[in-house]
């Protein structure tokens, strides 16, 4: 009830700076530009006015994996962005990649499935395939949580503060990619399901002898040890990232710097 209040009333978007984002982002008519691609945001979405918070700041989007992704994605390879959201890692992948290259860009929110085909148009990447489904360990039928605080929080786990439930395809990868190429680089941010989706990829990590894996932790969450653990079963050692580069190997979450929250995994 006193969320509802705080947020209905506005006091939320002030406190935060929300306000003044939006404002910013409307007299730009909400189109911002990269390095090889553009994107349209909305200004209702938290997630959006997160990543135009960064590009006001930075000109880019969680600069560590972007420097990644341009350091170890070559062109003609392929790329898989679960969790894609606007499209800002698809868009990203795809100007690299090229017209040789594929991107699987996997948006389970039907109404950030829309930002991220919008998005896609407004850059005629051609070599973007986008699936309005979640990935993880099975094929079927899933709940997903949705979040009052952020879209970009919605989960299929148990969130805080849910909005509204809807029910959504679900499939594993290895069932989705049938297609005749390698996977090169796969980008996961599923909000507490990544375990899932990596036990649901097995076949495609086995198969696929050098793929880097970037995923999404939380230092204080069990089922963070567990991804590591599963990854290092996979053959896999876990890496923090530090000016695109690879830089500490990582085993337990103790060993994660505060303010980490996404790792590299290489096959060993």
């Known amino acids: 009830m006193l969320y509802t209040i705080y947020n209905v009333s506005g006091l939320k978007d002030v406190r935060n700076g ?6 910013r982002l409307l007299k730009i008519n909400n189109t911002i530009s990269f390095d090889g691609f553009r994107m349209i945001l909305d200004e209702n979405s938290y997630m959006d006015l997160s990543l135009f918070k ?11 994996i972007t420097h990644y992704l341009r350091n170890s994605l070559n062109p003609g390879e392929t790329f898989v962005d679960v969790g894609a ?52 360990s099975y094929d079927g039928r899933g709940t997903l949580n949705i979040s009052r605080s952020s879209d970009g929080l919605n989960s299929l786990k148990t969130i805080p503060l849910v909005e509204d439930s809807i029910e959504i395809e679900v499939k594993k990868f290895d069932s989705v990619f049938t297609f005749k190429r390698n996977v090169d680089v796969i980008k996961i941010d599923a909000e507490g399901s990544e375990l899932d989706i990596i036990k649901g990829a097995s076949d495609s990590m086995i198969n696929n002898k050098g793929i880097k894996i970037i995923y999404e932790i939380n230092r204080y969450s069990p089922e963070s040890q567990s991804t590591i653990d599963k990854l290092k079963a996979f053959g896999f050692i876990s890496f923090t990232m530090e000016s695109g580069k690879l830089s500490k190997q990582i085993s337990n979450l103790e060993e994660i710097p505060t303010g980490t929250d996404n790792l590299v995994a290489l096959r060993e």
């Open 18 to 23: 929300t306000w003044r984002l939006r404002k």
């Open 54 to 64: 960064q590009y006001l700041r930075y000109g880019e989007y969680e600069k560590e």
């Open 85 to 136: 959201n606007s499209g800002y890692y698809s868009l990203l992948a795809s100007s690299i990649v090229g017209e040789q290259g594929m991107v699987l860009a996997f948006e389970p929110y039907k109404e950030t499935f829309r930002r991220l085909i919008k998005n896609i148009q407004l850059n005629e990447a051609n070599n973007v395939k986008a699936f309005n489904m979640a990935l993880s």
